[in-house]
């Protein structure tokens, strides 16, 4: 589905699915040269041979494959890399180009996996940089809660629309979206804004209550009809609402998905013992994905990595409440599966490269070892196929295997704050910024080519998220 402009009102779930069922059928060929204006953009032009691009010459690849290229992350250089359908065909060199395929000259680009963001907060970027002297509690209290009560439908719209094309310009190709907003207006606007997009997401739902009816409908409603969609059950583990726990518990065990929860962003949190809650309603296990963990203890570990628990390691909005360092190093020597988290609001921005860079740096800094995990191997791994083995999806995304789905970057590293090449790995992770992205590819389908959102007038995107923000400030 293409990205565009959202209209001025929010239409109904039917216009939504009519709209997706549309959107399927949209050419997804591309070319690189030159950039033509957005009503000519190759995406539109009808091209023989079905949904074939051929990425010619990249001068490094990174596939996340071991089996396809040099050291753990496949390094491959001077390779094609074809993809049909949506679907990655085949990487190496001097690939034949199919009939009717749209080549692209990649040659002097990095190509890897797209950047999986295992935990986010869409809607909060109508306050970003807010509330900058707070931690966690503080910021709740003073950005968070005031502003989810005033918003309506469009406003919201406005909100994710905003920060889904930001994560998807920074590089993200699938997110993991915790919402805790709760009316079915509102879901319909937030899912139809994350479908608008183009990106592969997931949306964690946070029911309020018992409501099993409520879950089900917007599952079966408003994120099974969107083909790069899927869901979750979102809960607060917490002794207090144990109860509310085990109903999000049986919620996601009936509909067969992941049950994901904040546990122990603060110290604090110890008094609601949280890992205790969830072992005693049985969600221990690998449908289970956990955000922060930042205060775990050594038997919280050891439980967590003997039953293969998944966890969101948001390092930046962390260091921005003061929440603490997770003990990422002793995770990751157990063998736990950990990806990055952008973490909404408290992230301030969608730059996975200065995620990837603070992951590695907080470690050092809180153990003044350099040989500490994760190094760059690692960390690149966890931002791409470790986030997709966090949330179950390996078997489609997180790497550059023939068969799994087309989820891709093109980094350009001629570039003041890139150039020159030493070590373009280290380079991505530490010397990296949005805007080496020069291209991001998600089932095939270029949502950002040639350094631009594709069919995007971001001006707009902008000025109808200030004027919403704007109009909620006014009404409060």
Same mark, same amino acid.
């Given at each position: ?57 990249? *001068? ?97 719209? *406005?909100? +994710? ?21 709760? *009316? ?76 994901? *929860? ?30 922060? =963990? ?77 040989? +500490? ?12 196929? =470790? ?90």
């Amino acid at each position: 589905m293409q990205s565009v402009a959202a209209p001025s009102s929010v239409p109904s779930r039917r216009d939504l699915l009519a709209g997706l069922g549309l959107a399927t059928a949209t050419p997804l060929l591309l070319g690189l040269t030159p950039r033509p204006e957005p009503r000519e953009h190759p995406s539109r032009r009808p091209v023989p041979g079905g949904r074939t691009v051929l990425l010619r010459a990249a *001068s490094l690849v990174l596939t996340m494959d071991p089996a396809l290229g040099s050291g753990p992350l496949g390094a491959v250089e001077n390779a094609d890399v074809l993809m049909r359908d949506g679907a990655i065909a085949a990487v190496g060199p001097a690939l034949q180009a199919p009939p009717g395929a749209w080549v692209v000259d990649a040659s002097g680009k990095l190509v890897m996996p797209g950047f999986v963001d295992t935990h986010n907060h869409l809607w909060q970027a109508m306050i970003r940089g807010g509330c900058t002297g707070r931690d966690l509690f503080g910021w709740l209290q003073g950005c968070t809660d005031p502003q989810r009560g005033r918003l309506t439908p469009a406003a919201l719209h *406005s909100f +994710v629309r905003l920060a889904a094309l930001d994560a998807v310009q920074s590089g993200v190709t699938t997110l993991v979206d915790w919402v805790d907003i709760f *009316s079915y207006d509102l879901i319909e606007s937030y899912v139809r804004a994350l479908a608008g997009t183009g990106v592969r997401f997931t949306y964690a739902m946070f029911p309020p209550a018992p409501d099993a009816v409520l879950v089900a409908k917007v599952k079966k409603e408003l994120v099974d009809p969107v083909p790069l969609g899927s869901f979750q059950i979102a809960t607060h583990a917490a002794r207090p609402i144990q109860h509310l726990n085990r109903a999000h518990w049986d919620a996601a065990q009936e509909l067969g998905v992941m049950l994901n *929860s904040h546990v122990l962003e603060r110290p604090e949190q110890r008094a609601d013992d949280p890992l205790a809650v969830l072992t005693d309603i049985g969600a221990l296990g690998p449908r289970l994905l956990i955000n922060h =963990g930042i205060h775990l203890t050594d038997a919280e570990i050891t439980a967590i990595a003997e039953h293969d628990v998944r966890a969101a390691h948001c390092p930046l909005s962390n260091m921005r409440l003061a929440s603490g360092i997770m003990r990422l190093s002793e995770l990751g020597q157990r063998g736990v599966k950990v990806g990055l988290g952008l973490d909404g609001g408290t992230n301030d921005s969608s730059d996975f490269h200065a995620l990837m860079k603070t992951a590695i740096g907080l470690q050092r800094a809180r153990t003044t070892e350099a040989g +500490v995990f994760p190094q760059v191997h690692d960390v690149l791994r966890m931002a791409t196929l =470790g986030g997709a083995e966090v949330l179950g999806l390996a078997d489609r995304v997180g790497s550059l295997t023939p068969g799994k789905r087309a989820d891709l970057v093109i980094i350009d590293p001629a570039a003041l704050n890139f150039a020159p090449r030493f070590d373009w790995t280290g380079q991505i992770v530490f010397n990296g910024r949005p805007e080496n992205i020069d291209a991001v590819f998600v089932d095939g389908r270029a949502l950002k080519f040639g350094g631009r959102l594709v069919d995007v007038d971001t001006d707009r995107v902008v000025r109808e998220a200030e004027a919403a923000a704007t109009r909620l400030r006014v009404a409060g």
